[in-house]
């Protein structure tokens, strides 16, 4: 095989590998959740406050703290705002504003909406995976 034909498969397996992967990281990523600005700015008070060395979202993060995935539904939005507000023996007052405490509800809200963790609704099968013809 001569040389530029060896570059011609070279450059098409690289093209292809990139297409590949742009389709593979595009396609299906759509979610029915959209995020708001209010909970986009929650996202980063979480982040910032590193939250998650303590709680969990998901079922991933610390373990001093509860998991807050769907703590809005469970307790509702006084009783996190409180929390927040206040802080408890456990948890620190962070001495949030107003607009950082709003916009954390909201990012705790948007949390609740898009997921129920933990899922007890499927059914495993004996060698530990999804049985398929249960999982909603």
């Known amino acids: 095989m001569r040389l530029q034909n060896k570059r011609l498969f070279f450059f ?8 590949y992967t742009f389709f593979v990281y595009t396609s ?7 995020m708001s600005a209010a909970a986009q700015e929650g996202k980063k008070v979480f982040q910032d406050n590193n939250c998650i060395a303590c709680h969990q979202l998901y079922g991933l993060g610390g373990y001093m703290g509860p998991d807050l995935t769907n703590v809005i539904s ?8 409180s929390f927040i507000e206040n802080g408890t023996a456990k ?30 609704s499927v059914e495993l099968t004996w060698y530990g995976t999804v049985n398929n013809s249960t999982a909603e």
Do not use: H, Q, W
């Open 12 to 19: 098409t397996l690289v093209a292809a590998y990139l297409s």
């Open 28 to 34: 299906g990523t759509e979610t029915a959740f959209k």
């Open 74 to 81: 469970s307790r509702g939005e006084l009783y996190v705002r």
């Open 91 to 120: 948890m620190p007052d962070f001495e949030l504003n107003k607009p950082e405490v709003d916009a954390l509800v909201a990012y705790l809200g948007y949390v609740d909406s898009s997921a129920n963790f933990p899922n007890r």
